[in-house]
């Protein structure tokens, strides 16, 4: 079926491990999103990319960075994992220009 | 800053009920507004949206949305709900004129009881 793909769905690391969230949309949209939601805060925006080869930060980008590989796929990278990055994390895809509409499954990191 | 208020956490219902769930916004310029759902064990969906035009907007399954300017609202409704309805609403602004940067409430949970 057609959507947005997350891997890994669960993910435990240590403080100041790194690793990347992969995310991956067969829909041929431009945009492409990186989401956090923690309890009681809703889904923060971390990165956002208009097209491929183009990424702006959100609102939460510290801590982090992103890669539009191509159409395709858009990865979010955590360098040095703080506790502060636990947390469920969404990349989402739309056709519409800022209107996130199809969104993945979700990831859900544990940083001890 | 601006920010999105749902101020009923948590809702339960019975089947038939109506349902009707709050989304207050501050701010003052031209906005765009969404209603999101996730279903238990699904993935977040695009239930509705408001650009311009009629203040009523009529979404998936029998959803409906009401943007009132004055009251920086646009609430959730739906006459009739059924057990398919359980799941949180997430309400969405967008500041308009093409930016990416929305806020999101925090949701609703939403259990209709059979």
């Known amino acids: 079926n057609a959507g947005v793909t997350q891997t890994p769905k669960f993910q435990v690391l240590k403080t100041g491990q790194s690793m990347t969230l992969q995310c991956a949309q067969d829909?041929?949209?431009?945009?492409m999103y990186w989401y956090r939601q923690d309890p009681g805060m809703g889904l923060r925006l971390i990165y956002y990319?208009?097209?491929?080869?183009?990424?702006d930060k959100g609102e939460v980008p510290n801590g982090y960075n992103v890669s539009r590989l191509n159409k395709r796929e858009f990865s979010l990278r955590l360098e040095s994992a703080a506790p502060s990055q636990t947390s469920v994390y969404f990349c989402a895809s739309s056709e519409e220009a800022g209107i996130p509409q199809h969104f993945g499954d979700g990831t859900r990191l544990s940083i001890l | 800053a601006q920010s999105v208020s749902q101020h009923n956490h948590h809702v339960i219902l019975s089947e038939a009920a109506s349902l009707e769930l709050g989304c207050n916004y501050s701010y003052g310029g031209t906005v765009n507004l969404f209603w999101y759902v996730q279903y238990p064990g699904q993935h977040l969906q695009l239930l509705l949206k408001?650009?311009?035009?009629?203040?009523l907007v009529k979404g998936i399954k029998g959803f409906e949305a009401e943007f009132i300017k004055s009251k920086f609202s646009f609430n959730l409704r739906k006459p009739s709900v059924q057990w398919s309805d359980t799941a949180e609403y997430f309400c969405a602004v967008n500041q308009g004129g093409g930016t990416y940067k929305y806020i999101f409430g925090t949701g609703t949970r939403l259990k209709v009881l059979a």
């Open positions: 408001y650009f311009s035009g009629d203040p």
């Open positions: 829909m041929n949209h431009n945009s």
């Open positions: 990319s208009a097209s491929e080869g183009t990424t």
